[in-house]
């Protein structure tokens, strides 16, 4: 059974603080990692991606990646209340569903900054 | 504005009842998806298709049917069958699958059982 596992939360951050999101994840094939971002009640938006083991960065966003250890993480810098909401990392799985490339996506890590 | 439209946001079944969400794009994408949340869970791929006139099953499509006669649409029916359909429903379409698998979502509709 192929996973990706988030703790649930919620992670509690001060304003300007920084968050750091994990995300473990059981298929060594995985390709591609995705984090997505979900205000309540609504649909997710996609805020990075990675393919690559490292760091990459947009903004305030960092995404990390290593495949050795299956592990991704999320980290959001000077962390505003506007950053409030649930963060699910999602994972390409080979040949799930019968087709190469579909995601699989963790429970989702909810994620609360006080002003 | 290009984007994904589901409707309706709101729908409530009846006992025995089949019901259709709509899900239209003008993205021009080629692939399609339909994905089921309940309250505290993650994503799960119900089905999808990659191109015009072929789907296939994902983790939970028991109790669900499609179909995608048109690139731009792909509708979803819960069927009687479906004895549990109360969650939050999503319609998702990328690019080319297993090449660009970015995911960009509708506003999804909240199904509920009367």
């Known amino acids: 059974q192929k996973e990706v596992e988030q703790n649930s939360g919620p992670l509690s951050v001060p304003e300007g603080a920084i968050a750091s999101l994990n995300c473990t994840y059981s298929d060594r094939g995985s390709q591609s990692f995705f984090w997505y971002r979900q205000y309540s009640g609504k649909s997710p938006e996609l805020i990075m991606f990675i393919y690559s083991n490292g760091d990459k960065e947009d903004g305030r966003f960092t995404a990390q990646l290593n495949k050795a250890s299956q592990y991704v993480s999320l980290l959001i810098r000077d962390s505003q209340p506007s950053d409030s909401a649930t963060y699910l990392c999602a994972v390409t799985a080979l040949y799930y569903g019968g087709s190469q490339g579909n995601l699989i996506f963790g429970k989702g890590t909810k994620l609360s900054v006080k002003p | 504005d290009g984007g994904i439209t589901q409707s309706p946001k709101y729908l409530f079944r009846k006992e025995g009842q089949n019901v259709t969400l709509s899900c239209e794009q003008n993205?021009?994408?080629?692939?399609m998806y339909w994905y089921r949340q309940d309250p505290g869970q993650g994503l799960r791929l119900i089905y999808y298709s990659q191109i015009v006139n072929d789907f296939q099953k994902g983790d939970i499509a028991e109790g669900y049917s499609v179909s995608r006669e048109k690139k731009e649409s792909f509708p979803l029916t819960v069927t009687s069958a479906q004895k549990n359909p109360t969650a939050f429903y999503l319609c998702a379409s990328s690019t080319r699958p297993a090449v660009d698998e970015k995911l960009f979502f509708g506003s999804g509709t909240q199904l509920s059982v009367l």
């Open positions: 993205l021009n994408h080629d692939a």
